[in-house]
């Protein structure tokens, strides 16, 4: 019985995420919302033989199974999910909360290449992932058996609500001088309309605080102004 209490099990990176996040700050909380954010998941010797992903193509999603390597290893039972505006807490196991125990990440993810050239690589598109993310396992997703739009999701019952994203001149003009400007016009929208403000400083758009998120190569400086009842997050430069 304490072998059982005491049994450890030790998990190796099958491969590492390449991703347009190079800081956690910013990336949305779940896959699937900003669909213009692109990745690459490079397998590791020996899981990179292309054997390990016949038939892998004929799927559109996967479920990644990764460490959340940049969380602390200290966790506690209760979490603040910023969901709740980060003054109410649930149990971690009621949360997808970075500080858990044994760290493990779960993200459906869509599959959009796969090269077997040299080793395996794996295009992916949404993912919520800081680039180096350890991945540990792959699955590819089952629709008839994983999809269940009438499943109850307690405080978290839809989608998340998007705000309003505006850009400057100045940072259009940034964007027109770069080969993937559409793309990352798309990204940066998609990424600030989530708003990733933490919860505390949401309230205080009067502030006039400049932010900054880094998504692929790029410093991307935004500030927030409230309207009435809403709050516009506009993009005023890009470096
Ligand atoms: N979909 C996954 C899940 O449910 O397990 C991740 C959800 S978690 C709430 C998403 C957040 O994890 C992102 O917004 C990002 O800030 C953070 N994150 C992403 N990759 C990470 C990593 N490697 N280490 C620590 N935090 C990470």
Redesign the pocket.
């Known amino acids: 019985d304490d072998a059982l209490h005491n049994e450890h099990f030790t998990l190796s990176p099958i491969g590492h995420v390449v991703s347009d996040y190079p800081d956690?700050f910013g990336?949305?909380?779940?896959?699937g919302l900003a669909p213009a954010a692109q990745a690459t998941l490079v397998l590791t010797p020996p899981y990179n033989d292309p054997l390990t992903v016949r038939g892998l193509e004929d799927f559109s999603h996967l479920w990644l199974t990764?460490?959340?390597?940049?969380?602390p290893e200290r966790w506690s039972p209760l979490i603040r999910p910023p969901r709740l505006g980060g003054n109410k807490k649930v149990g971690v196991f009621a949360s997808?909360?970075?500080h858990r125990p044994n760290r493990l990440?779960?993200?459906l993810v869509a599959l959009t290449d796969i090269n077997t050239q040299n080793g395996v690589t794996l295009t992916l598109s949404g993912c919520?992932?800081?680039s180096g993310?350890p991945v540990v396992d792959i699955k590819p997703y089952l629709p008839w058996a994983e999809a269940l739009p009438d499943a109850r999701s307690g405080f978290a019952p839809n989608t998340p609500s998007l705000i309003e994203v505006i850009f400057h001149p100045t940072a259009l003009a940034a964007l027109a001088q770069r080969q993937d400007g559409a793309t990352l016009h798309a990204l940066i929208e998609q990424v600030l309309r989530q708003d990733p403000r933490p919860a505390y400083q949401q309230k205080d758009a009067a502030s006039g605080r400049l932010y900054s998120v880094r998504l692929r190569d790029a410093d991307i400086k935004f500030q927030p102004y409230q309207n009435s009842e809403a709050t516009t997050l506009e993009v005023v430069a890009i470096e």
């Open positions: 956690k990336i949305p909380r779940q896959p990764f460490i959340f390597h940049q969380s997808r909360s970075t990440g779960l993200s919520d992932l800081v993310t």
